[in-house]
């Protein structure tokens, strides 16, 4: 078991990162965060948080060999996120999910720095089956260019251990909900436009399945790994919340308390369910989600409804 020390996360100004930060700063590590405040990161998302902020690219490799000399552990959370704009402009996630993870994780090899965490997705999978769940060992069969970038840095994280001989931690998670998640994203857009009384917008018939895990339970998921678990190993944490489009939606509709669903084209390469099994991982982290899927889109809405910029498309 491994005490809190000194951490660096990468993207820690961003949705899941300041989330992690939050945890982290409450656990007892003493946080450096190092992001680039693209669109999708706030310095405002660390407002209140005890962290060091350096604002700088995870790709500058002599930036991140310096910030990783003393470090205890590394979460390598930065990371271009958004699948739709993986499929009009991918330049950005080739740089920074698989070169900016190659930096990342080769400088903590580099450095020895005891834990190395690279935040990977359930899309590396690709679509799952209509029953059953992909348990940690399942092929990678990514089904769009975000999750290919994604597939690509595991690849990394396996070439790394095997020539320097340094372990990293592979965390894979089912869709991330709660506050500070970018106004791109399915959620905050629901909510933005039932907020505003227009009609929620879904792509395709309504009906692919995401499983839903609040950005809170993940965090802790994370601080339970750096506490309990052994380096190199693979995590799934999945929120058991397992819902369609249709019905997620329907859900902040009855939330905002009333409003219609409006059905646009399907998205290119959209897959039709992610799902993972996560016994092994809550066995050996003694973890488990605490969020309610209905308390927390109540929590998330709240929070939009103080300041509805916070889901602004910008
Ligand atoms: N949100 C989800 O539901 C979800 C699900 C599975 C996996 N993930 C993974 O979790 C991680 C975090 O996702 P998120 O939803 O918080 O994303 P996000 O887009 O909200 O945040 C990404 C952060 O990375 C920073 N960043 C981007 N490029 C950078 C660069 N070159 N150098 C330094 N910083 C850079 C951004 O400024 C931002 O603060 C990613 O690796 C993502 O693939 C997210």
């Known amino acids: 078991m491994a005490g809190p020390g000194r951490i660096l996360l990468t993207g820690g100004a961003g949705f899941i990162g300041s989330a992690l930060a939050r945890a982290l700063v409450v656990d007892g590590w003493?946080?450096?965060?190092?992001?680039?405040?693209?669109?999708?990161?706030?310095?405002?998302?660390?407002?209140?948080?005890?962290?060091?902020?350096?604002?700088?690219?995870v790709c500058d490799e002599a930036l991140v060999k310096r910030l990783m000399v003393g470090q205890d552990a590394v979460v390598h959370a930065a990371a271009e996120s958004h699948v739709a704009r993986s499929l009009v402009n991918p330049a950005p996630f080739l740089r920074t999910n698989i070169e900016?993870?190659?930096?990342?994780?080769e400088a903590a090899a580099a450095e020895g720095v005891p834990h190395a965490v690279h935040l990977s997705t359930d899309e590396v999978?690709?679509?799952a089956p209509p029953e059953g769940r992909f348990g940690p060992d399942a092929p990678l069969r990514p089904g769009n260019l975000y999750a290919a970038t994604k597939a690509a840095a595991e690849a990394l994280v396996h070439a790394i251990r095997h020539t320097r001989g340094h372990p990293v931690s592979v965390v894979r998670c089912t869709n991330n909900y709660g506050p500070r998640q970018h106004g791109e994203k399915a959620v905050p857009t629901w909510i933005r436009l039932g907020l505003a009384g227009e009609p929620l917008t879904l792509h395709g018939d309504g009906l692919a399945r995401r499983d839903w895990l609040h950005v809170d339970d993940f965090a802790a998921g994370i601080v339970a790994l750096l506490r309990r678990g052994q380096p190199g190993e693979v995590h799934h944490f999945a929120g058991g919340n397992e819902r369609t489009n249709t019905q997620l939606a329907a859900q902040i509709v009855d939330l905002c308390g009333g409003g219609s669903l409006a059905y646009l084209p399907e998205r290119p390469g959209?897959?039709?369910?992610?799902?993972l099994n996560d016994d092994a991982t809550r066995a050996a982290l003694a973890w488990a989600p605490k969020v309610n899927l209905h308390d927390g889109l109540a929590a998330t809405l709240s929070w939009a409804q103080e300041d509805p910029r916070r889901v602004a498309l910008e």
């Open 270 to 275: 959209q897959d039709r369910r992610y799902a």
């Open 125 to 127: 999978f690709g679509e």
């Open 30 to 57: 003493t946080v450096t965060v190092l992001d680039l405040l693209t669109y999708a990161g706030r310095r405002s998302h660390l407002d209140g948080v005890d962290a060091a902020l350096v604002v700088g690219d």
């Open 100 to 105: 900016g993870a190659r930096v990342v994780l």
